[in-house]
């Protein structure tokens, strides 16, 4: 990491450049900013000037849920930032602030409550099923990637969504395409063009469809005006690419299982535990490469004895806040025992993700139906031999090839 000489109060700006980790290690440069201070100042690879970074659980809940950082106020700034591309669709629920955000889901907000995730696990499984059964039918060794933690969230959030069978696999090539930094800023604009047109068309067929999925609920609060077709494109397009981190973070968890035999004989013979278990591998597990997007102080604000000024950029880190040893004691250790365990896994405050409890249920269904099906499940490589994505803003193997007995 670099210094930079400023004439403003603070910490050095330290470079943290986009480190290709494999395996569920912990950004290394990240460690070193929590053992700074809970509040330094970085610089990524793309955008303009720096930033500020709270680490601590408690400061980046703080932020989080504070109006004097807005995100909206992020839009029209080139600020220093992890993607190469950057283009903010107005009316998107990721750039708005209250009460614009509430206004902005309230749309779609019914798809994804408890109760419609109730009614969705039968035929999520449904979904599964398949999948696991032409795994087994073909024997080992096998790519889960490949076979299961790809074509069941593309298939799952593509019903929940309402994307035609035709044009599931274009919408995943233009999805995939996003998340990625391999190809630069041309290759994520060209895949955001595309994506985001079809959203605008698709909104527009499904104007007055009856149906209950996304696009049919967001088609008909166009119709009725209470969202604009801007508004529904922002709206509807992260909810399309989560589907993506679905996939990276189950493979992330899958690893930590074929990686550590404990902690997969936990999970195998002790069902009760489960979904306390699945708690703990989501706070450890770093999702995410660096950090997401930032918000801009609307004003001055008193922070950990610094004085985060007016228009200064902020990003928290949820990764971090994760292995606050404040909060989680023994934070590097996996406790499938912990209790409590406040992790920010799917972020905090309004922008809280609208599609958690979706994930939670495709993660907990891949998880556990594969453990119950494959019996001795194990890699069928090396650990060190699991090729990892690269140039990612998702981190998650590339494949993960197993066998079984």
């Not at 807005?70 to 990721?94: E, I, K, N, Y």
């Not at 023994?330 to 365990?341: A, G, K, V, W, Y």
Request: aromatic letters at 6%; charged letters at 25%.
């Amino acid at each position: 990491m670099t210094e930079e000489t400023t004439t403003l109060t603070g910490p050095p700006v330290r470079d943290w450049p986009a480190l290709d980790l494999a395996g569920t290690e912990f950004d290394p440069v990240l460690a070193d900013l929590m053992r700074e201070g809970p509040l330094t100042r970085i610089r990524l690879p793309h955008g303009e000037g720096w930033a500020w970074l709270a680490t601590r659980h408690e400061d980046v809940r703080a932020i989080t849920n504070d109006p004097r950082f807005s995100r909206t106020a992020g839009m029209d700034r080139q600020v220093t930032r992890l993607a190469p591309h950057f283009a903010p669709r107005p009316g998107s629920p990721a750039w708005a602030d209250q009460p614009e955000h509430n206004r902005l889901r309230q749309a779609v907000a019914g798809a994804f409550t408890a109760s419609a995730m109730k009614r969705l696990r039968p035929r999520a499984q449904e979904i599964l099923d398949p999948l696991v059964a032409g795994v087994v039918r073909d024997g080992p060794p096998a790519d889960l990637v490949e076979r299961i933690l790809e074509p069941f969230p593309i298939a799952l959030i593509s019903e929940v969504m309402g994307v035609p069978a035709a044009d599931r696999e274009q919408v995943h090539a233009w999805t995939a395409r996003i998340v990625s930094t391999e190809g630069g800023a041309e290759a994520a604009a060209e895949a955001k063009k595309g994506l985001f047109g079809w959203i605008a068309a698709t909104v527009r067929a499904r104007a007055d469809s009856e149906g209950d999925d996304v696009y049919a609920l967001i088609g008909a609060a166009v119709r009725r005006g209470e969202l604009t077709e801007e508004e529904a494109v922002g709206l509807a397009a992260p909810l399309q690419i989560g589907g993506e981190a679905v996939t990276h973070n189950c493979g992330q968890t899958l690893y930590l299982l074929l990686t550590r035999p404990e902690l997969m004989e936990r999970l195998r013979h002790q069902p009760e535990s489960r979904a306390n278990a699945l708690d703990e591998l989501l706070r450890y597990i770093p999702h995410r490469t660096a950090v997401g997007l930032a918000r801009i102080a609307l004003e001055d604000v008193e922070m950990c004895g610094l004085r985060i000024r007016a228009g200064d950029p902020v990003y928290v880190s949820y990764l971090a806040a994760n292995r606050d040893p404040a909060v989680f004691p023994d934070p590097d250790r996996i406790d499938l025992d912990r209790d409590p365990n406040p992790h920010l896994s799917f972020g905090y405050g309004p922008h809280y993700c609208t599609g958690a409890m979706l994930a939670r249920l495709q993660i907990e269904l891949m998880v556990v139906t594969l453990l119950d099906r494959l019996p001795g499940l194990r890699l069928a490589v090396p650990a060190d031999q699991v090729p990892w994505r690269r140039r990612t803003m998702i981190r998650g193997p590339r494949s993960l090839l197993v066998t079984w007995d």
